[in-house]
C-alpha cells in the first residue's frame, strides 16, 4: 500500500452526538444512529433518551431468531410516549443482525417509542422498507443476544440506561 493510499483509508471522525448507549444487565450496547436516513425518528430517540424515559423500561415481546423490542412503558406492547405518533422514515437500508427499527401497528405511521433490535440477518430480512430504520449496533451485540426470550418473557429484561454520546 502506497501512503497515499493509507491517507485516503482514514476513517473519518464518530460524531458522538448520534451514538447511543443502552446499558443492559450483561453490558453496554453501542448504537450508530442514522439521522441522515430517519431524522425525525432519531431526534424523537434522543428526545426520550434525554428525559429518562427508556430508563427501566423491559424488553416486552423477545422472539428468538427474529428481534428484542422495548420502549413501552406501560411493558404490554400497546404504549408509547406522550409525543405524538412519527410519519414512516423507510429506507433501502437493509435489516440484518443489530439493526433498530421502529415498532410500530399495522398503520405505518403509528411509530412512536419502540423500538426493536434485530437479532439474525435472515429473521429480519423481511421489514426492509416496511419499518423504519435508525440505528444499528457497532458494538456489545452479545449482550442483546442474552436478553430473556418470551411474549412476554417471564421476568422481562430491563433497559438499565440509555444515554447519547459520552
Same mark, same amino acid.
Given at each position: #500500500? ?31 444512529? #442514522? ?12 428526545? %426520550? ?15 428468538? /431468531?427474529? #428481534? ?8 404490554? /406492547? ?19 443482525? /443489530?439493526?433498530? /427499527? ?24 423481511? %421489514? ?6 435508525? +440505528?444499528?449496533?457497532?458494538? +456489545? #451485540? ?7 426470550? +418470551? ?16
Amino acid at each position: #500500500m502506497t501512503a497515499s493510499t493509507l491517507a485516503g483509508a482514514e476513517e473519518q471522525p464518530v460524531d458522538k452526538s448520534n451514538l447511543l448507549y443502552l446499558d443492559l444487565k450483561d453490558g453496554r450496547v453501542t448504537i450508530q444512529m #442514522m439521522p441522515d436516513i430517519a431524522p425525525q425518528h432519531v431526534d424523537r430517540i434522543k428526545t %426520550l433518551v434525554k428525559e429518562g424515559f427508556y430508563d427501566g423500561v423491559v424488553f416486552h415481546r423477545v422472539i428468538d /431468531g427474529f #428481534m428484542a423490542q422495548t420502549g413501552d412503558p406501560t411493558g404490554t /406492547g400497546t404504549g408509547g410516549s406522550s409525543y405524538p405518533d412519527l410519519p414512516a422514515e423507510f429506507s433501502k437500508y437493509e435489516y440484518r443482525r /443489530g439493526t433498530i /427499527g421502529a415498532a410500530r401497528t399495522m398503520d405505518p405511521n403509528s411509530a412512536n417509542s419502540q423500538f426493536f433490535i434485530c437479532f439474525t440477518d435472515d429473521g429480519c430480512s423481511f %421489514l426492509t422498507g416496511q419499518y423504519t430504520v435508525w +440505528g444499528q449496533v457497532t458494538e +456489545g #451485540m452479545e449482550h442483546v443476544d442474552k436478553i430473556v426470550r +418470551g411474549e412476554p418473557p417471564a421476568n422481562p429484561d430491563k433497559v438499565v440506561k440509555m444515554s447519547i454520546g459520552e
